[in-house]
């Protein structure tokens, strides 16, 4: 079993930044692909920013120049620094990774999701 747990969210001033972080524990053997979405109230599920496991990241437009990933290997963990905030980067925002763990019977590979942190942008 795999858990993702996410820190870093609260409330923050327009303009304000925030670093939001999420560390992956388990019978962990290989991290693909690590990501953050957000969800806003209303709205569907969305990507934020991804990174891969050898460093390359995608960002959404929404977030370009304001956003960046960054991982850790060694310690399971992806970190999202953002600045500049808006009022519309309010929403819960989730951890998401591609991981390959261990099995009696072989590797399992499957998706898993972190429990969400809110992130509310208001003076």
Not at 23 to 36: E, K, P, Q, R, T
Not at 54 to 83: C, E, F, P, W
Not at 98 to 112: A, H, P
Request: aromatic share 8%.
């Amino acid at each position: 079993q795999v858990q993702l747990v996410e820190s870093g969210g609260g409330l923050v001033q327009p303009g304000g930044s925030l670093r939001l972080s999420c560390a992956a524990s388990g019978s962990i053997f290989s991290i693909n692909a690590m990501d953050w979405y957000r969800e806003a109230p209303g709205k569907q599920r969305e990507l934020v920013a991804s990174i891969t496991n050898g460093g390359n990241t995608n960002y959404a437009d929404s977030v370009k120049g304001r956003g960046t990933i960054s991982r850790d290997n060694a310690k399971n963990a992806v970190h999202l620094q953002m600045n500049s905030l808006k009022p519309e980067d309010t929403a819960v925002y989730y951890c998401h990774a591609t991981v390959t763990t261990e099995q009696d019977w072989g590797r399992l590979t499957r998706e898993y999701w972190g429990q969400g942190t809110q992130v509310t942008v208001s003076s």
